[in-house]
């Protein structure tokens, strides 16, 4: 059974750091690529960044150099670590399977993580 579960996530102050994971189970974790989107409130779901199977980020440049995106192999989890964030970050975090990073679908989703964003 695929299954994605982020976590991490949290209320920060604006200008804060957080690290989401995005623990993932039931397929072979090198063969996917592995993409963060999020939803702000009354907005439609975006996506943040991307990591193929091998490591190559895809989707980062719009986002001010703010977000970073890794994989952890050996534990089969990948992170998005957030600086600098903003009011505007506040949103519901998701991981998604995908076969590339250019695939027009994501495959699995995780379930979400909450980011809060205010002082």
């Known amino acids: 059974q695929v299954q994605l579960v982020e976590s991490g996530g949290g209320l920060v102050q604006p200008g804060g750091s957080l690290k989401l994971s995005c623990a993932a189970s039931?397929?072979?974790?090198?063969?996917?690529?592995i993409g963060w989107f999020r939803q702000a409130p009354g907005k439609e779901r975006e996506r943040v960044s991307c990591s193929s199977s091998n490591g190559e980020t895809y989707w980062s440049d719009s986002k001010e150099g703010r977000f970073t995106i890794s994989r952890d192999y050996a534990t089969n989890t990948t992170f998005l670590q957030i600086n600098d964030l903003k009011p505007e970050d506040t949103g519901i975090y998701y991981c998604a399977q995908r076969y590339f990073c250019s695939s027009p679908v994501s495959l699995t989703w995780g379930q979400g993580i909450q980011v809060t964003v205010s002082s």
């Open positions: 039931g397929f072979v974790f090198t063969d996917y690529a």
